[in-house]
């Protein structure tokens, strides 16, 4: 999926945040943009659901 992504749009960074709050699961994508955040700065505040980021950029950079 991410991979697809990339090289659908590959001028273009990517956000991938994946949650899940007990048997839930939501899946986001954001284009990068500065000075945009799509999560909050404050941890603590995802005490119950798992998040998950992935950055495009950080795929591209590891070759995944």
């Not at 090289?7 to 945009?36: C, M, Q, Y």
Request: hydrophobic share 40%.
């Amino acid at each position: 999926m991410s991979a697809l992504a990339v090289s659908v749009a590959p001028n273009r960074s990517v956000r991938f945040i994946v949650s899940k709050n007990g048997t839930d699961w939501t899946v986001h994508f954001h284009t990068l943009r500065p000075d945009e955040s799509h999560l909050s700065d404050d941890l603590e505040g995802y005490s119950e659901e798992a998040v998950l980021v992935l950055d495009s950029t950080e795929l591209l950079r590891c070759g995944c």
